[in-house]
T-cell receptor, first 115, second 113 residues
Framework: GAVVSQHPSWVICKSGTSVKIECRSL??????MFWYRQFPKQSLMLMAT?????????EQGVEKDKFLINHASLTLSTLTVTSAHPEDSSFYIC???????????FGSGTRLTVV | DAKTTQPTSMDCAEGRAANLPCNHS???????VYWYRQIHSQGPQYIIH???NNETNEMASLIITEDRKSSTLILPHATLRDTAVYYC??????????????FGTGTRLTIIP
């Protein structure tokens, strides 16, 4: 079945630094990838939708200059949290949709802690 | 965008069938119903999806009412590993033509030994 690998699974960084999270589709090509954020005891909130080779589409209220998304190939999307602050600490999850397929596969998530 | 309503929490005895309801009264004719579950600190796991016919796979069954305004996810023989938050999602189309999944609050299912 479709597998999405997300790396790292957890990261701790200092306030003011940037962190990059990778999302890879291992056995299928993903024309569209989605990035979610989940705070403790809350549901997943969609941050942005990225399409291979084009700019990401951000949800209302999500700062595109702070959360940089790059989807340079059909198997890789990256999310960079720039100038991270403690309030950016959260569980970040990516999802990929295969070409010509209505299925959505999720990565295992990245727990970001900013200290 | 069609929204869903689910009970906040449910308990089910181990070995019994778990029936999780979902209301989606504003669903459009071309919108699918998806079910995912999330075990603590993991990414969501796909369970099943359907448009208007009942569906069954190795994990669960999905029963959709004839008017499509509600559905029920059935886990036939619940085990302790089925303890998770279950999300019922109606697939929407964004303003930019990208189809995305919007998560509600879900149902926290606890399987009781």
């Amino acid at each position: 079945g479709a597998v999405v690998s997300q790396h790292p699974s957890w990261v701790i960084c200092k306030s003011g630094t940037s962190v990059k999270i990778e999302c890879r589709s291992l056995d299928f090509q993903a024309t569209t990838m989605f990035w979610y954020r989940q705070f403790p005891k809350q549901s997943l909130m969609l941050m942005a939708t990225s399409n291979e080779g084009s700019k990401a589409t951000y949800e209302q209220g999500v700062e595109k200059d702070k959360f940089l998304i790059n989807h340079a190939s059909l198997t890789l999307s990256t999310l960079t949290v720039t100038s991270a602050h403690p309030e950016d600490s959260s569980f970040y999850i990516c999802s990929a949709r295969a070409t010509n397929n209505y299925g959505y596969t999720f990565g295992s998530g990245t727990r970001l802690t900013v200290v | 965008d069609a929204k869903t309503t689910q009970p906040t929490s449910m308990d089910c005895a181990e070995g019994r069938a778990a029936n999780l309801p979902c209301n989606h009264s504003t669903i459009s004719g071309n919108e699918y119903v998806y079910w995912y579950r999330q075990i603590h600190s993991q990414g969501p796991q796909y369970i099943i999806h359907g448009l208007k016919n009942n569906e069954t796979n190795e994990m669960a069954s999905l029963i959709i009412t004839e008017d499509r305004k509600s559905s029920t996810l059935i886990l036939p023989h619940a085990t302790l590993r089925d303890t998770a938050v279950y999300y019922c999602i109606v697939r929407v189309a964004s303003n930019f033509g990208n189809e995305k999944l919007t998560f509600g609050t879900g149902t926290r299912l606890t399987i009781i030994p």
